[in-house]
Each structure stands twice: as structure tokens, then as C-alpha cells.
């Protein structure tokens, strides 16, 4: 067996059941819908659906949800968890667990609170700051995973440890220290810093542009190929799709107003969306990805075919604690400070729930990047609609678990016909 007959190219040609007898035009779209509902492939219709039906929910129940103020703090509070959801993904990815990266969210957050900290002897400038916490988190996650993939340690049982150690670390910190405020600008800006409303226009453009691109690209890297075919009315609705959303996005945010300050795209969206785009590339177009899942799908198979488990392994597990420390450094900046209530109790809780909400599988091999950012924008929108609703903490982890909970039943189900189908 070859790493081709595992991840190549030509796995994607083999049409699954009934696909060559789809006819043209609607009628094959319908058909085409209809297979997927039959064999448990929905992918991302039930978060979007859901998150429609939360939107419309709201907006005539919630006093000020439709507000363009409201949006822009919807995008801030979401950022944080999207983040370390990015990172989740990955790690489900395999068949794994991550329930460390609350806390190793909040070491990264302590240690770019630590260096930039004024008087201190060892400041440093905020981005060099960011980039050392990310650089540890990274390293912690790698330690984790190394633990897991070469001594055979479960994740869960690893990854506790760690979830009680970091915390040890921080509350050590902390309870001597107090708080830490942060006072550089630049580490401040990646959750609070607005761009001015001609500057929010040339980034929605430069985002609209990024589909066809990306879209060109495959069929340039696949050409001759079966992959490299493109239903080009549906990429043409897609970027019209996409154009609508990104400049929808930025017009919204230009036209809030708090007293006399004007609102504008918020800067942690666009770090959101810059790393949806890098890890959804990463995921599917780099032989990385492809291995994760394999992996994921069959590791035994996948090391016969010449993968190297354990590297990959330990490579997630690396990047869920870098986008776990930048996570962080996102949530401290949001209160501009660390303290002793940071992480927020919640922050494992959504951030597995996010990636898992967005149809990422528990059971491994199936889910894609996007599942993260539409799981974070449900429960961001959920949570944010109840709390203008002023319903109380209780109520909200009542719903956010209630729908957690549907979303692993739907996705087991979903298994189920998949293996049924045999797709």
C-alpha cells in the first residue's frame, strides 16, 4: 500500500453512490442534496440553518440585537473562542482531545502580560510580546502531544494533567502578583483596534478576491485531473455570495456609533478570517493535512502507507497550543489586563463545543476548519443574544449545552448512515 492509495489525488475522482446518475442543471442539484441528506453528508447546512434561526430569533425578541454597535462587540467577544476552536479542529481531527487549552490560553496571556509590563526589567515590544507566548504555548502543546504520540499516553489523560498544571502556574502568578495590566498598544489593538471605514472597504475587497483565486489555483495545481473541473455557476454564486457578505460586514460596521465615536471593522475579525483562510489551505491543499486525515480515518492504514503517526501527532497537538496562546492573548486584551478569573470558566467548554457544533467529528477523519469559525459565530450569537435578553448564567449553559448535545447526536447519526451507504 502507498501513501496514494490513502490520501492521493485520485480518491477525490471516485464519485459516491448514484453521483454519475445525477442529471443536469437543478433537477442534479436537488438530487445531489437529496444523496447527502440520505447518507449523513450535510456538512455545514444545520449551523447555518441554526444560526439563521438564532438571528431572526433575536432580533425580534432582544432589545438592540439588531444594532451595528452589537455586531461589532459580537465579533470581539466570538474572536477568542474561534481562535482556539482553529486548533480544536485538528486535534478532533485525529480522534483526539484537547481539554488543556483553556489554561494554556491563560499562560499565553501571562506571559505577553509579563514581558510588556512597564519597569519590569524585562519589556519587551507588544508583537515581539505575542509572538514568545505563542512560540511557549506551541511548545507546550508540543510536549503534550509528544507525550501522547511516543509514549502512549490517552490525550485525555494527558491533556487533564495539563489542564490542572497551567492552571497550578497561573494561580501561582497570580495570587502573589495580582492583576496585570496591559498597556501596550499593539497587544491591546488585536481585540479593541477599529479600522477606518475606507480602510474596512479595501479589506473586503481584498477578501472577495481570495475565493476565485483560491478556486483558480486548484484548477491550475490539478489541471488534467478530475479535481481540476469546476461547476462554474456555483463558484460564480459562491464569490457573489462571498462579495455580498465581506462588504455586508464592513457596511454594518461602519454604521455604528458609540456617543460621538465612529465604529468601524473590528481588527480581531480580521485576524479570525486570516487564519480560517491559512488553516483551511493547510488542511487541504499540504500533504499535512491530507496525513491528518488519514490518520484520523485509519491511523494503522495510514502507517502502513508510510505516514509517520506520531509526527503528525505531535504536530496537531503544536498547533492547537499556538492558536490556543493567541486565543488567549485576544480574550486579555479584551479586558486589558490577566487576573485571577482569566480564562473565562466557559472558554474550554465553547471552544470544543464550537468545532464540534460546526459538524466536526468526535469519532475522527471528518470536519473541516470552517465548522470552527460557524460553531463559535452560533454560540457567540447565542450567548450574546441571551445575555440582552438579560437571561441569567444558568440558562445560558443550559442552552449552550442543550445544543452541544444535539449537535453530537446529529453527528452520530450521521456516522451511522455514512457506514450504512458506505461512504
Known sequence: ?????????????????????????LAGLWQRAWLNIRTGNL?????????????????????????????????????????????????????????????????????????????????????????????????????????????????????LGGFLIWQGVILNVLEQRGTIIIQDRWINYTDLYIFSHWLGW???????ALYPITVLYKVYAARGTQIAQQNWPMVGAKAIGLAIASFGTVAICNNGKIIQTAEGLPLPLVIVVLFFALLTFLAKWTTFGRHVYAVGGNAEAARRAGISVPRIRVL?????????????????????????TFPPGNLLLNAIASAVIGGVSLFGGRGEVRGALLGAALI????????????????????????????????????????????
Request: charged fraction near 5%.
Open 316 to 340: 496537531v497537538f503544536t498547533l492547537s497550543g499556538a492558536t490556543a496562546g493567541m486565543g488567549g492573548i485576544i480574550f486579555a486584551s479584551q479586558v486589558n489586563s490577566v487576573a485571577l
Open 1 to 25: 500500500m502507498t501513501t496514494a492509495d490513502v490520501v492521493g489525488p485520485d480518491r477525490a475522482a471516485a464519485p459516491p453512490p448514484g453521483e454519475e446518475e445525477f442529471a443536469p442543471g
Open 202 to 208: 479595501i479589506i473586503a475587497a481584498i477578501f472577495t
Open 43 to 159: 456538512g455545514p447546512l444545520p449551523i447555518i440553518v441554526g444560526l439563521v434561526v438564532v438571528v431572526v430569533l433575536f432580533g425580534f425578541t432582544a432589545t438592540n440585537f439588531f444594532t451595528s454597535v452589537n455586531f461589532v462587540n459580537l465579533i470581539e467577544e466570538t474572536a477568542g473562542t474561534a481562535m482556539l476552536a482553529y486548533g480544536v479542529v485538528f486535534v478532533l481531527l485525529l480522534g483526539e482531545i484537547d481539554l488543556s487549552i483553556g489554561y494554556v490560553a491563560g499562560i499565553g496571556a501571562l506571559i505577553v502580560a509579563e514581558l510588556q509590563l512597564p519597569g519590569s526589567g524585562h519589556q519587551l515590544p507588544g508583537i515581539l510580546a505575542m509572538l514568545i507566548a505563542v512560540a511557549v504555548c506551541a511548545v507546550i502543546g508540543a510536549v503534550q502531544g509528544g507525550i501522547i504520540a511516543f509514549v502512549g499516553v490517552p490525550s485525555f489523560v494527558v491533556t
Open 380 to 423: 457567540g450569537t447565542l450567548q450574546n443574544g441571551l445575555n440582552t435578553l438579560s437571561v441569567s448564567n444558568g440558562y445560558i449553559y443550559i442552552v449552550t449545552g442543550g445544543v452541544l448535545l444535539f449537535a453530537v447526536t446529529l453527528d452520530t447519526f450521521a456516522v451511522r448512515l455514512q457506514k450504512r451507504s458506505g461512504r
